[in-house]
């Protein structure tokens, strides 16, 4: 059974940090890209960060710098560390992983249930 499954969200204050972690399952995790992803209340989920399967890293421009993607294959898990939290930055945070072919089309997509990730003072 394939499944993504996030842990690590909570309540954090301004400029506190936070560290993400999304376990796989069910498929060879070392060959899939991933990703992390957010949705606030009333707002279009967008991209965070996403990590190849060669360990090439891209971040939204308004998250580089405080935010870092990781990945551990052999616990088939990918990380994502939340640094200097902004109440901005409250949403739920989704892991997303994607095997696509040698031309780059998408042949398998998964998503986790999400972590909810609140900054409040």
């Known amino acids: 059974q394939v499944q993504l499954v996030e842990s690590g969200g909570g309540l954090v204050q301004p400029g506190g940090s936070l560290r993400l972690s999304c376990a796989a399952s069910?498929?060879?995790?070392?060959?899939?890209?991933a990703s992390w992803y957010r949705q606030a209340p009333e707002k279009e989920r967008e991209l965070v960060a996403g990590?190849?399967?060669?360990?090439?890293?891209t971040y939204a421009d308004s998250m580089e710098g405080r935010f870092t993607i990781s990945r551990d294959n052999a616990k088939n898990t990918v990380y994502l560390q939340l640094n200097s939290l902004k109440p901005e930055d409250t949403a739920v945070y989704y892991c997303?992983?994607?095997?696509?072919?040698?031309?780059?089309?998408?042949?398998?997509?998964?998503w986790g249930q999400g972590t909810q990730v609140t900054v409040s003072s």
């Open positions: 069910g498929f060879d995790f070392s060959r899939y890209d």
């Open positions: 990590i190849t399967n060669t360990d090439d890293t």
């Open positions: 997303n992983a994607v095997l696509r072919s040698w031309v780059g089309v998408k042949l398998y997509d998964y």
